[in-house]
């Protein structure tokens, strides 16, 4: 249910961390997700797609690296892996 | 193409809210408690009796979360202690900002607990840090014993889970050991306090609970002070 919550958190993050790259467009964000981090992930994807859909954000990838538990991780990981970026075409800038 | 590294956690604003809010709650020795279960759990019941049980001179207050009404901060603030009900208007959790919105001047005058109640729901609460000392996951005995196998990530999280409505025990096919061993089975060190609203059994064990861990905070804060002294 709070995955909306999420996916918008990841859009402004993604916002922010653009201002560092004038001139450059997200392609593509990677996230890491604990199996304990309370988050659905079918859901989360559905509803950052929803978000992305019909924006200037468009089209914009969104990869999940679950991870379990194990091998001294804690399984509640929320955070970002990496943004891919590309040069921004002349149209859109 | 270019690959950067995002070295941040999503929920980053959250957590430095909470940070700052724990900072503030440090200084002034205030015990925080983020009470989390599912909806008709007996969250509200079992703060209700916490409230009226309380030693007279503690300073204490409640902000209870709920996605729409002030029926609980009614109820609560029966016990003459200060309650602030956040509407979440839909949201499925609290966050850190409404918890220091919510604060107002309450902290001004110093605190000795604080008690937050989250909106009913085992998931999504887990996820937002509220700058509290710990989380306590409340689990009745009307619900099923697998709950902790269910939804891990509180179990996980919690350091005290509250069995509730015990009394219930003889008319309903829960099995207490059962739930015990799956919570252990999630957190090996949780602990595990049983109690009844209605007959107020493990009252006074949640309450002696309450006053330690109050005192260990208090300890704690105290011997983070002194190292900074000698430094």
């Known amino acids: 249910m709070h995955e909306m919550g999420i996916a918008s958190s990841v859009l402004e993050a993604i916002d922010q961390e653009l201002r560092r790259y004038p001139g450059h467009r997200a392609t593509k964000v990677a996230l890491r997700i604990g199996e304990f981090a309370g988050v659905d992930r079918e859901s989360l994807e559905f509803c950052f797609e929803a978000l992305v859909k019909n924006t200037e954000l468009e089209p914009l990838d969104l990869e999940i690296e679950w991870c379990l538990a194990k091998d001294g991780r804690r399984g509640d990981e929320l955070e970002f892996a990496y943004l891919e970026l590309d040069e921004a075409k002349e149209a859109a800038a | ?231």
């Open chain 2, 1 to 231: 193409m270019n690959r950067v590294a995002m070295e941040r956690k999503v929920l980053s604003e959250n957590d430095q809210i909470a940070e700052r809010l724990r900072g503030t709650l440090k200084d002034l020795r205030t015990l925080s408690l983020n009470f989390i279960g599912s909806p008709g759990a007996g969250k509200t019941a079992l703060l209700e009796r916490t409230l009226e049980r309380l030693p007279a001179d503690t300073r204490a207050a409640v902000l209870t979360g709920d996605i729409q009404t002030e029926n609980d901060a009614i109820r609560l603030r029966r016990y003459g202690y200060p309650v602030r009900q956040i509407t979440t208007s839909g949201a499925c959790h609290l966050d850190a900002r409404m918890v220091e919105t919510h604060l107002g001047d309450w902290l001004e005058s110093g605190l000795d607990l604080l008690l937050i109640e989250n909106v009913g729901n085992l998931v999504c609460p887990t996820s937002y840090d509220l700058g509290e000392d710990a989380k306590v996951v409340v689990l009745s005995v009307a619900e099923g014993e697998d709950k902790p196998l269910k939804y891990p990530g509180i179990f996980r999280k919690a350091e005290l889970m509250l069995m509730t409505k015990v009394d219930l025990l003889p008319y309903v096919p829960f099995q207490a050991e059962l739930a015990r061993e799956n919570a252990r089975k999630i957190r090996p060190e949780i602990e595990i306090i049983e109690t009844s609203c209605t007959s107020g059994a493990g009252f006074d064990q949640w309450l002696a609970w309450l006053a330690a861990r109050a005192e260990r905070k208090r300890a704690s804060v105290k011997a983070s002070a002194d190292a900074m002294l000698v430094t």
